[in-house]
Structures are given as C-alpha cells and as structure tokens.
C-alpha cells in the first residue's frame, strides 16, 4: 500500500511544485499543500511501517514543519509588509526550531541503526566538514564578521546560517558513508542536501542582496519537502533504525577522491590567496591544515587498530579452525564453535550460543551472510534458549547447495555487530565439518555394511533367520558345517534345534540348544534370539548359533576339577562345604541325625621331613582309601588340606553311629602303612577325629566350627577323638585369650626364669642349670609352661619367647659364674625347631655370649629330635658353627620321636636327655630298663653324655648310676628355683657328703 501511496505522494508533490514555482499568485496555497503533505506522508510512514526507533522521525516532521512556518513568516514579513528588518521572527524561528529539529533527526538517523562506533565513516565525514567548514568560513563567515554594516547580533545571526549548514553536511556525510544503501537513505541525503544548498545560495543572495522569492533557490526547498516525505513512505525506513551489522568500509576511489579534495581545500586556498597578496587567512589555514593532519593521523590509526583486531579476529578463527579439523562428531564441532565464540568476544561478555542442526537441506537460503533478529521473533524453543537477551546474530551453516544448520549467537548490540564477520567465517568452517562429518558416517556406514556382509558369510557362525512359521528363511553358508547337511533353508526350526534349558521364547533371549547333525552326535550350541520382526529389512527372528559343544566339556571338566583333590581323586574343600550342607539341610527335613568328622594325620610333616614327599603323597592315598572304605555306608569323603579329611554323615538314626565310626577311623587309621612297594617302610601314624553332628549346630556354618574345636581338643588328649561339648568352646575361647595375653605378655617383659639343676648322679653336685620359662599372668598368677608353650608355637610368638628366654639365661649364668668361678655350672636353654630355623638364631646366640661376657662352653642348647630329621644342611651348619664355638648341643625328650638312633653318628651333638616316660618305669619294668641301659651304652660308644630327667626316687637314681648314667634332674634333687634360691642349693649340694655306690 505505501508503494502506492507513494506514487500519489509523488504525482501531488509535482503538481504542487509547478504551481508554486509557475504561478506567483498561488504559490502560497501551493506551500501550503507541500508542507502539508509532507508532514502528512512523515506521520503516516511511522505509523504504517512501524519503525523500531519513530522519534526521529516525529524529528524529522517537526523540523519540516518548522522550516515551512519559518518560510511562511519570512514571506509574509518582505512580501506583505516590506519588512525588510534583520534579524527577524524567521530567522528565530529556523535557527530556534528549524535547524535544532533536522540536525536531531538526521543525527539520530544516523546513528540508530548502527551502534558500533565506525570511527572511519566518523573521520572521513569530519575531514570533508572540515573542508567544507573552511569554505564556509572563508566566503560566508568571515564576510559577514567583517562586513561594517552589520551589527553584532546580525553578525551572529549571519554567521548561525552558516555555521548550521556545516553541521548539517556533518550529519549528512556520517548518514551517507554509514549507513547501508537503501532508497529512504538515499532519499534523507537528497532531501538534507537540497536543503544544505538552497541554504548556502540563499546565504550567498543574502550577502549581495539579490535574493528573490520563486528563484532556482526554492527549487531545493521544494526538493527538500518532496524527498523527506518519500524517505518517510519507502519499506525501507524501517531498516535505518533496527539494529544492523556494520561493514568495513570500502575505500571507493570516489570517497578518497572526495577526502583528497576536501583535504587539499586549506592549500588551495592558501595557494590562490599568495598569487593574489597579501594572504588574508594564514593562521585560520593553518589551523584548518594541521586539524586535517591531525584527522588523516587518527583516520590511519583506525586503520591500524582495524588491522590489530582483524589479526586478533584471525588468530581465533585459524585456531577454532585448526580444533575443527580434528572434530570426530558433531558434539565437538558445537564444543569447538562455543568456545571459538567465547574467544571471540571480550573477556566476561555475556553471551549464549546455539548451534541448530537439521540435516543437509538441499535448496533454501544458503547464501545469507547473517543477519541481527530479535529473540521474540524466533520460534519458541530457539528464543527460550536465548532468553535474556533482545538481539541475536544469525548465521545460516551451509555448504554447497545444503543448509545443515544455523547459528546463533545471543549478546548485546555492540558484541554482536564486532562478531559478525568472524560469526560468518566460523559458521561456514562448522558447515564445512559437519558435512565432512556426515560423509565420513556415510562413507564408514557403506564400509561397515560390506565389512559386516563378508563377516556373515565367512563366520563360524550360524545366522538363521526364522519367519512366522518358524521356518528358516535364509540361513549364513556356516549352517551346512554344524548340521553337516545341504541348506537348511524352509526347514522347520523344530527339527534343527531343541532347547536344553528353556522352551525357545519370541523376545530377545540367550539359551542352550542341541543342533541335530545328519549322521554325527548332537551339538551344543548357544542360541541368541532377537526379534525383528517390525524391522522391513529383516521381517523377522534372527538367531545366532555358535557351537560350544568343546566349550562346555571345557567347563564340565574344570568344574570337576574344581571339586576334586587332585591328588587322591576325593572331593576337596569346596565338595565337602556343599556335601555339608545338603546334609544339614537333609536333616532339618527328615529329622534324622547329619553330622561331619574332621581327620587330621597328626605329625605328618614328619614323615614328609624323614622319607620325602613321594612316601607321604603315598600315605595320603592309602589313609584316604581306608576312610572311604570305613565311611561307605555313611556318607562322602574328602581331602580338606595337605593332612586334613573330612567325612560327612548324610542320615544316621542316632549320634552313637558317628561316634562308632570315628571309633572305627581311628582303628583302622593306626594300623602301619606298608609304602615304597615291596622294599618300603613301615609307617605308622596317629590320625586326631573332631566330630560334630546337627543335635548341637544350627546351620553348616556352626557344624564346621564346632568339628574344628573338637579336633584342637582331640589332639591334646586321649582318645584322640572328640565330640563338640559345649565346655571345649569355653576352653578354645580361654586358650584364644591365653594367646591373646600372651603377646601383650612378651610386649610387658612379664616371665620370670626358674632354674632346675642338673647334678652329678653319683657325687650330687651341680654341674649345670636347665633354664624353665614361668609366665607372671596379671589375672592367674604363675602359670607354667605346659599351658602357653604349645600356644606361642602356634602363634609363632615363640621366636621373640624363646629370644628373651636365652638373653634373661645368659645373663643368669654370667651372675652365677660370677659368683661361683671356680665352680661355674653351664646353663642348659631349651630352643624349639621354629626360634632355631629363624633368621639368624646363631648370630643372636653369640651377640648374647659377648653381651654378657660368658664363655660359650658354658652354653648348653637343647633341641629335639624332630630338628635334626631329614637332610637340612642349613640345620646341619647352625650346629656345627655353635659346637665350633663351644656351645654344647643336647637332644631332648630323646627317645619320643618317630626318628630311629641312626642319624646320632650323623649329627653334632654333645649331649642325649631321657625323657621321664623311661625312668618312671625302670624300677618296675626290666624291659624298660633293659632299654634305658641300651640307649646309655649306645651313647657311650658314640661318646655322649647322657642326662636322665624326672628322677624322684633313690632307686631311679641307683638303678640309673648302676647303668651308667652320669647326670641326672628331678624332683629328688630340687624343684626347679627362683634365680636368687641357685646359689644357695648350690653352696648346699657341694658340702653335701652323699656318696651313691653303683650296684654290681
């Protein structure tokens, strides 16, 4: 419609136009009318079209209106009353009103539609109003300051005219080189212009009085009129005020023609005002020329700071294109571009970027170069992700003839207006990738399909496909070598396959099959169904079958293996644990008594140490095969650990039958073992039986615990079988707190040393001292070593024991020889077989000799016979490094063993002890003491010195001098003493007068 409207605008303007400059007599009607419609044709455009800015506008109007009221007022003041009177009511009127109004409008004009500061247009619009001021100033200005005629107020008002008519050409040339090119600029700039001329001749006509009404200088005011208002009517007013990005200017070779011109003005003038002498405006040229030099510096300037950010502006975008290149994905590239955005913009600008992908659209508008858009304007889910802000930058992502997407940019003016370029750039780089990005999965898709077909066709593999009817409708070439027939395409899934755990089900699932082969055993194959039956490519069920038929006699074996002790063919731990609980659960059903026996081979390490590992491997098997004949009609067997069995009870009437068989094992487990074939050895052990049944545990769990503490009861009693008793928790529980108190005990020094002597049989003097631990309990008092020694061996806390036990020894004998020299007895300290095979037994007994000061054959070490088994050469040197010294080694307990008297040439020892078990009986057993005189006679060959302990009767003492023995220990002689008793009983024993004759 405002097209139109225009054309009407036009049509009326031109008629009015001739009638005011053809026909005097009208020509007042016809202003009228112009300015009139003018100002009509302003109103109208800012309501029609609706610019985001209407005041300058409204500007615009009222300055037109107050340019024609002040013509009116001129024209009615020479014309009508032959008021020729200067300055006048017009001149307040365009001065006061005219020029204020119009500069205003064109300044906000302008300005609106670009808010970034183009400092160039700005430089270049002050040099040419420099020029152009100049001009002014030398044939306009100056005339009338220097004209006598006029008064100061004249001057001033003269000079005004002027003076405005250069602003307005400011104004003019800051709306001409900023703004974009569109037809209502155009029109603003012709309508200023018209008027910036009209002004300057009619100053001109003005100065020589020539100037007359309906001249060629109303021809501008006209066009003045006619202009503005189509600059008001045109679409294109709309876009002067919104906001919009500004170009760098193009240096045009007639904009630098225009500055070369305006620059060059000052020296021209200068130049013509010289030939004519004398030169009139040389400090006012000079001024002009130094502000042009000035403004050509700060032009270049710009220029440079242009520069530094367009290398700025470069650097980010080379970098966000160098990240793009490496993108994998479209999430990168959006990763990529929001943080090239950020980059981009000022430190702390507040900004959100969305990146809108829709795929390669081919067509559309692909060559936009981005444009600003109000938030409120996009669609609903694109403006909530901008919310916050009123404008963003928009750039359309395209690459060849496809749209793949579009960015934007939220900000504020400013920021964006400086963003736009690099936006541009950056977008078309993230169109670029994004399309790479699509033809690599294009490219990838098309490889991985052929891939994925030359993989189906030569897997091992089956691949079936089954239709509604359960009929194979295409089948992978593998299918022929598992069912070892032709195709098994329209053969009914039924006959090729049967479930092995579960029915075959319609949704996705993993089962066990048998596939039936023509001529050849079933396979075991593993079936994965999945349903695509909506797919349109498959239009159906897939199955893939893989044969796990050598898999599953894999896992069949190790799972038996995994129950079964490889070395006797019983069930092992594991076997045993689950045997247990069926039977307890059996038994909880049934109401029938379940119940297991633990069997432990006591000392089997023993044998290992003495006939090596192939005779013990050996023992294992026989001992477990007699358990299994004397438990077959009870229940199963196992081998537990290296020495340990286990029998479980599945279903007995009472627990008397458990009882009658752990009775029956522990016969039948004593009986000698004939191993090593037909030249082997008898061996005999003593098997230990814990046996707990479901009338006293609750759960397995309970079982297995209460069978163990009967096992630890059985081993120290006899018989060596027990059954779980409520009191062996109480005692397992005491023994758990006796080994608890005693590391604490070692931690608190908190044992004393007593001392047993050890005399000379046949004269009763002390010849030497057998140290003996005593525990200083802080709740039990003193408690002997029978009741903790077995727990520190246990523990292992005997290493630090048996250590504190040969320092606190060493130091004794050192005060007793210290007391006695003469007559020093040798401290006899007992060392079990784990303190001796600790790291460094031997060096600590000579740091304690030194320590103390005592001489080592003052030393006596006593060890057992189970140390001295087997071939350890370790062993073997400790011992001859102690005796080299001059410690003294004794065998203790010697005769309680399984060892024979073999290895006593083979060792380094000095001295045997009989254990009590043979002296108790010799004055009541003749064989006993037949044996005890062989043991002392054999000593002597081997030139040993034989200790007898336990004696407490005149008659041991007797019998053991009439057999030979030479040193003795007992209660007959002493009780063992406390340290600071020794030296008394000692000064005793050596007045003593006791004379024992040996019997003939």
């Known amino acids: 419609m405002t097209r139109h409207l225009s054309w009407w605008y036009v049509a009326v303007g031109l008629v009015l136009s001739a009638i005011y400059l053809t026909v005097p007599e009208a020509a007042g009607g016809a202003f009228a009318g112009m300015v009139v419609t003018t100002v009509a044709a302003i109103l109208y455009g800012v309501r029609r079209l609706r610019p985001r800015r209407r005041l300058p506008w409204w500007l615009l109007a009222a300055g037109t209106f107050a340019f024609s009221v002040g013509s009116v007022i001129a024209v009615v003041q020479t014309e009508m009353l032959k008021d020729e009177s200067f300055p006048s009511l017009a001149d307040a009127v365009s001065l006061g009103l005219t020029f204020p109004l119009l500069l205003a409008a064109m300044l906000a004009l302008s300005r609106t539609g670009a808010p970034s500061r183009d400092r160039a247009s700005m430089i270049d619009s002050l040099i040419l109003t420099a020029g152009a001021g100049f001009l002014a100033w030398v044939y306009l200005i100056n005339p009338y300051l220097t004209s006598p005629d006029l008064t100061v107020l004249q001057k001033a008002v003269s000079v005004a005219y002027p003076l405005g008519d250069v602003l307005l050409l400011a104004i003019l040339v800051r709306l001409a080189l900023g703004a974009q090119r569109r037809w209502s600029v155009l029109f603003l700039v012709t309508s200023g212009g018209a008027l910036l001329v009209s002004d300057i001749a009619f100053s001109l006509e003005r100065l020589n009085g020539q100037w007359s009404m309906g001249g060629p200088i109303d021809v501008g005011w006209v066009i003045f009129f006619m202009a503005g208002g189509l600059a008001a009517l045109h679409p294109s007013m709309v876009a002067l005020t919104e906001p919009r990005v500004v170009m760098q200017p193009t240096e045009f070779r ?74 994998a994905d479209v999430d990168e590239v959006e990763r990529v571009v929001r943080g090239a955005v950020s980059a981009l913009l000022r430190p702390g600008t507040p900004h959100r970027t969305v990146l809108i992908l829709h795929g390669g659209r081919p067509g559309g508008d692909t060559t936009g170069d981005g444009d600003l858009r109000y938030v409120t304007t996009l669609p609903p889910g694109l ?53 790479r990005i699509a033809l690599n999965r294009e490219i990838n898709k098309r490889d991985s399909e052929a891939y994925f077909r030359t993989l189906v066709l030569n897997a091992t593999d089956v691949i079936l496909i089954v239709d509604g009817d359960d009929r194979v409708g295409y089948a992978s070439p593998s299918a022929q070598w598992l069912f070892r027939s032709g195709s098994v395409v329209g053969s009914a899934l039924e006959d090729l396959i049967e479930p092995l755990s579960s029915p075959l089900a319609p949704e996705e699932t993993t089962a066990l099959y048998l ?13 994965t169904i999945r349903d695509l039956r909506d797919e349109p490519t498959v239009a159906g069920r897939v199955l893939t079958l893989r044969d796990v038929t050598e898999r599953r006699r894999l896992e069949r074996e190790l799972l038996e293996r ?23 659960t059996s038994s909880g059903m049934t109401g029938r008594t379940a119940g297991i026996l633990l069997v432990n081979i006591d000392d089997f390490r023993t044998v290992n140490d003495t006939m090596g ?93 209460q069978a163990d503490v009967a096992l630890g009861s059985a081993k120290r009693g006899t018989p060596r079988w027990r059954r779980y008793e409520e009191s062996m928790h109480a005692r397992m529980l005491q023994r758990m707190q006796l080994r608890a108190d005693l590391g604490q005990a070692i931690t608190d020094d908190a044992f004393v040393l007593h001392f047993q002597p050890i005399v000379d049989l046949a004269t009763g003097h002390t010849r030497g001292l057998e140290a003996l631990v005593r525990w200083q309990h802080p709740a039990r008092g003193l408690v002997p070593p029978l009741e903790f020694i077995e727990i520190a061996e246990e523990s292992g806390l005997i290493v630090p024991l048996g250590d504190w036990v040969l320092r606190h020894a060493v130091d004794a004998a050192a005060k007793f020889r210290a007391a006695v020299p003469e007559q020093a007895p040798y401290m006899s300290v007992n060392v079990s077989v ?48 102690l005796r080299a010294a001059g410690v003294k080694v004794s065998i203790d307990d010697f005769g309680t063993g399984y060892s024979s008297l073999s290895y006593l040439h083979r060792v380094d020892v000095d001295t045997l002890k009989l254990d009590k078990s043979f002296v108790d009986t010799i ?49 007959l002689f002493a009780r063992p003493l406390p340290e600071d008793a020794v030296l008394g009983y000692m000064a005793g024993s050596e007045h003593s007068d006791t004379q024992v004759t040996p019997a003939a």
Request: hydrophobic share 50%.
């Open 562 to 584: 995994a129950y079964r002790d490889p070395l006797t063919g019983l069930g092992n731990r594991l076997r045993f644990q689950d045997a247990a609980q069926a039977a307890v």
């Open 923 to 971: 004055a009541t057993s003749p064989q006993q003491y037949d044996l005890v005189r062989g043991i002392i006679q054999l000593a002597a060959t081997l030139q040993l010195d034989v200790v007898a302990e336990g004696i407490e009767t005149d008659q041991h003492r007797e019998l053991l001098i009439d057999g030979g023995c030479a040193y003795g220990q007992g209660y």
């Open 834 to 881: 784990r303190q001796f095979r600790s790291a460094g037994f031997v060096s600590r007994v000579f740091a304690e000799l030194a320590r103390a000061g005592l001489p080592a054959e003052l030393l006596t070490i006593e060890i057992t016979e189970s140390l001295l088994l087997g071939d350890d050469e370790q062993i073997h040197a400790g011992l001859q490094t």
């Open 383 to 435: 403006a909530g992700q901008l919310d916050g802000f009123e404008l963003a930058l928009h750039c359309p992502l395209a690459v060849g003839g496809a749209r793949v997407g579009d960015l934007y940019v939220g900000a504020g003016e400013l920021e964006l207006v400086w963003l736009h370029e690099a936006a541009r750039v950056l977008a078309g780089q993230a169109a670029s990738m994004i399309d």
């Open 613 to 705: 590992h192939e005779i013990g491997d050996e023992l294992l098997n026989e001992f477990g095969r007699r358990l299994v004949t004397a438990a077959a009609a009870y229940g199963t067997v196992a081998r537990l650990g290296a020495d340990e069995f286990g029998v479980v009870v599945t279903s007995v009437g009472d627990v008397s039958e458990i009882e009658a068989l752990a009775v029956h094992i522990l016969t039948v487990g004593t009986e000698p073992f004939l191993l090593g074939g037909s030249a082997g050895s008898i061996v005999s052990i003593q098997p230990s039986i814990g046996v707990a049944t479901t009338a006293d545990a609750g759960d397995v769990h309970d079982l297995l615990t």
């Open 515 to 527: 596939a039936h082969r023509a001529g050849h055993e079933p396979a075991e194959v593993e079936v």
């Open 254 to 327: 007639a904009r630098r023609a225009v500055l070369t011109v305006a620059s060059l003005i000052a020296p021209t003038v200068l130049f013509v005002e010289a030939l004519r002498n004398p030169v009139h405006n040389g400090v006012l040229i000079a001024v002009v020329s130094a502000v042009l030099i000035l403004l050509s510096l700060g032009r270049m300037s710009v220029v440079a700071a242009g520069l530094r950010r367009t290398v700025v502006r470069e650097r980010e975008l080379r970098l966000a294109c160098e990240t793009l290149l490496g993108a």
